[in-house]
């Protein structure tokens, strides 16, 4: 069986419509929260610094909510990003498909959840492996003397149990990121298409296309 995500993109119904130029964004990126292959699995995520200055890191798309056009990502609390997003919630989302030639640029707004019922749910259904970076002793970023994991000896090299897993409950946070602008550009050898939808605060819609 030959994988999706190295074969070209089929582009007769998107190629000069603009909805299902949409339709397959979503498709894209409702693919790549699910399937780890996908190199839309693990987006750039840019914010602003708190002195001003672009901070950029790739992260891991956990979900995607078509109709609040919503990304979700997970993060450690104590992480830079978390501060320079609750000190300004604009951010970016970029996203690359090298085998469909597609590139997702997605402006948008992130609102953090931690140690509440969103965030509770959320990490109910986060399997042990992945709480497991939720135990780290110190925030991301911190010094170390030594090559480090950051994880209680207890728990290196290890899952924990449910139990054990629980402390790290307060600092698992939740970015939904709620995109405003979404632009496409599709790079084909016949022409590149580039477009771009945009939802206004009563989630009415706008597309346009724009010259590649």
Same mark, same amino acid.
């Not at 970029?94 to 953090?112: D, F, G, T």
């Given at each position: 069986?030959?994988?999706?995500? #190295?074969?070209?993109?089929?582009?007769?119904?998107?190629?000069?419509?603009?909805?299902?130029?949409?339709?397959?964004?979503?498709?894209?990126?409702?693919?790549?929260?699910?399937?780890?292959?996908?190199?839309?699995?693990?987006?750039? =995520?840019?914010?602003?610094?708190?002195?001003?200055?672009?901070?950029?890191?790739?992260?891991?798309?956990?979900?995607?909510?078509?109709?609040?056009?919503? =990304?979700?990502?997970?993060?450690?609390?104590?992480?830079?990003?978390?501060?320079?997003?609750?000190?300004?919630?604009?951010?970016?989302?970029?996203?690359?498909?090298?085998?469909?030639?597609?590139?997702?640029?997605?402006?948008? #707004?992130?609102?953090?959840? #931690?140690?509440?019922?969103?965030?509770?749910?959320?990490?109910?259904?986060?399997?042990?492996?992945?709480?497991?970076?939720?135990?780290?002793?110190?925030?991301?970023?911190?010094?170390?003397?030594?090559?480090?994991?950051?994880?209680?000896?207890?728990?290196?090299?290890?899952?924990?149990?449910?139990?054990?897993?629980?402390?790290?409950?307060?600092?698992?946070?939740?970015?939904?990121?709620?995109?405003?602008?979404?632009?496409?550009?599709?790079?084909?050898?016949?022409?590149?298409?580039?477009?771009?939808?945009?939802?206004?605060?009563?989630?009415?819609?706008?597309?346009?296309?724009?010259?590649?």
């Amino acid at each position: 069986m030959s994988d999706p995500n #190295n074969s070209v993109l089929q582009d007769e119904c998107f190629y000069d419509d603009l909805e299902q130029t949409l339709e397959t964004a979503w498709m894209l990126l409702s693919q790549a929260a699910t399937d780890r292959h996908s190199p839309m699995h693990t987006p750039v =995520l840019a914010s602003i610094s708190t002195d001003g200055k672009a901070s950029a890191r790739t992260a891991v798309l956990r979900h995607v909510d078509r109709q609040n056009h919503q =990304l979700r990502i997970h993060t450690d609390m104590r992480s830079p990003k978390v501060a320079q997003l609750l000190d300004r919630s604009q951010c970016q989302v970029i996203a690359y498909h090298p085998s469909h030639k597609v590139q997702l640029r997605m402006e948008a #707004n992130a609102r953090i959840h #931690n140690a509440d019922p969103t965030a509770r749910s959320i990490w109910n259904d986060t399997p042990l492996s992945s709480r497991r970076c939720y135990l780290a002793e110190h925030p991301p970023g911190t010094p170390s003397p030594v090559p480090t994991s950051g994880l209680p000896e207890a728990v290196a090299g290890r899952v924990p149990d449910a139990s054990e897993s629980e402390p790290g409950f307060s600092k698992f946070a939740v970015l939904l990121i709620t995109i405003d602008t979404l632009e496409w550009l599709y790079l084909a050898a016949r022409g590149h298409r580039r477009a771009r939808f945009s939802w206004t605060a009563d989630n009415d819609l706008k597309s346009e296309w724009l010259t590649p």
